[in-house]
């Protein structure tokens, strides 16, 4: 039972719940198309929405220093190009999760994914770091409408087991496409310059619109949407953030991906100049993280429709947690060690695969009622917190494995903390009803 001070959470959790894809007895949803081909083919479509931003975030950061030179500019004026498309991608999710509540999915679905081709190819043609910063930022903004969406639209059409498995494949899209994006973004640059990054996004962007125009239907007919108009719908979000668990998931979500850009700024440092690692080899350590959150992400969606969602966010904390920790104290009893390293890494890889996903299945289903708002804020504070975390391993210094792995923990740590102290995973927040577990996939 809930204490006297936390009944109001305890009546929002009530009223999200009441209106949740799991909820038995919910108002029925806008479902997907029925057939298995057209099914796979919306969750393809979706899949590769939540990734393009990503890949944009840091393809093209192999050619900083061709950049800089062709457009007469300062390191600092470059990176901070960087910092405007992450910025553009939180305000973006922001106002575009909410919005679509009360106006659907579709239309702002395309707009976006054309407002990133448009974009995209102003970075390519810009003429000084000026007009690409603000190229960037608006790219960003445009490229939110992608990632946001999708978690409400699988949120409009699943239900059950199904909706804790679809999350753990954007879970790992979300984790792996900043991966490869640099990877990516070096095999473009041997073939031509830095323009032709934002050229190829521009064509991926292309082949996305055609995509959502043929593939994803509108899932939140008019009768679902929010009145209002933004007022009510900004209004919606303002009682989210007020939700206790609701906000206590989303921040487990955002102090975890902390963690996780702080490897991904940090690690090149970690393994080429603290180990002395090549590039290439770097590239393949790399890799092998990812195939850890891959085995994570695919531990989950097997075992979502018969373990508790809390119990595999706490296990993915814990394991998670581990590794870090082992990070930072046997190096700092034994000495530094490549494999002990890249096998701590591997380990907080692996939990943090199982976090994502459970936390955007419990948080969408707390925000039910209103999955856009929802979705905005588990998404715009995950790259908040990660673009406040990138900067700092480097800031902290490039010497040693300590700063980064400090950074992980504390951001892990963080993590914890909003998971006992706001989300009480023993309160079963966000769990799946019994009555819809797989075979009742869809409303």
């Known amino acids: 039972m ?7 959470d305890e009546a929002a959790s009530h009223a999200a719940r009441s209106e949740s894809p799991s909820h038995p ?3 029925p949803r806008s479902g997907p198309p029925a057939s298995p081909k057209q099914l796979s083919a919306l969750v393809a479509v979706l899949g590769a929405l939540t990734a393009v931003a990503p890949l944009a975030t840091d393809m093209y950061v192999p050619g ?22 992450l910025v553009g991608m939180v305000v973006g999710q922001l106002l575009i999760g909410p919005m679509s509540d009360g106006w659907g999915r579709r239309r702002l679905l395309l707009a976006g994914t054309g407002g990133f081709v448009l974009f995209s190819l102003l970075c390519a043609v810009a003429p000084n770091v000026e007009l690409l910063t603000a190229g960037r930022f ?58 032709a990054v934002f050229v190829v996004l521009a064509v991926l962007g292309g082949l996305l619109l055609f995509a959502v125009l043929r593939k994803v239907p509108e ?53 080429q100049n603290v180990h002395g690692v090549s590039p290439t080899v770097y590239s393949l350590i790399f890799a092998s993280n990812a195939v850890g959150m891959l085995i994570g992400g695919f531990t989950f969606a097997r075992l979502a429709a018969r373990v508790r969602l809390n119990t595999l966010l706490i296990s993915g904390l814990a394991i998670s947690g581990a590794g870090a920790v082992a990070l930072l104290v046997i190096p700092a009893l034994a000495g530094q060690s490549l494999a002990v390293s890249w096998i701590c890494l591997f380990v907080t890889m692996s939990g943090i695969a199982l976090i994502f996903p459970a936390t955007m299945s419990i948080g969408q289903h707390l925000g039910g009622s209103a999955p856009g708002a929802a979705s905005a804020l588990i998404g715009g504070l995950q790259f908040l917190f990660g673009a406040v975390a990138s900067p700092l391993v480097g800031l902290f210094g490039e010497d040693t494995a300590t700063p980064m792995a400090v950074i992980m923990l504390i951001g892990l740590a963080l993590a914890g903390l909003a998971l006992v102290l706001l989300a009480r995973p023993w309160l ?6 019994p009555e819809a577990r797989p075979g009742d996939s869809r409303a």
């Open 428 to 433: 079963s927040h966000g769990e799946i009803a």
């Open 64 to 85: 900083f220093p061709s950049m800089g030179a062709a457009l007469h500019a300062s390191g600092s004026a470059v990176q901070l190009t960087l910092t405007a498309f």
């Open 25 to 27: 007895g919910s108002r």
């Open 2 to 8: 809930l204490s006297p001070s936390s009944a109001s």
């Open 138 to 195: 608006l790219q960003g903004f445009a490229g939110a409408a992608g990632m946001v969406l999708a978690r409400a639209v699988i949120t409009d059409c699943f239900r059950g087991a199904d909706v804790p498995r679809y999350f753990a494949l954007l879970s790992q899209i979300l984790g792996i496409a900043p991966i490869a994006a640099p990877v990516v973004g070096g095999l473009v640059l041997s073939l031509s310059t830095w323009r």
């Open 219 to 271: 899932t939140l007919p008019p009768e679902r949407r929010h009145s209002g108009g933004l007022t009510g719908t900004f209004r919606t979000m303002g009682t989210l953030l007020t939700h206790r668990a609701f906000m206590g998931y989303v921040l487990v979500l955002g102090f975890t991906s902390a963690a996780l850009f702080a490897y991904i700024s940090g690690s090149s440092f970690v393994f």
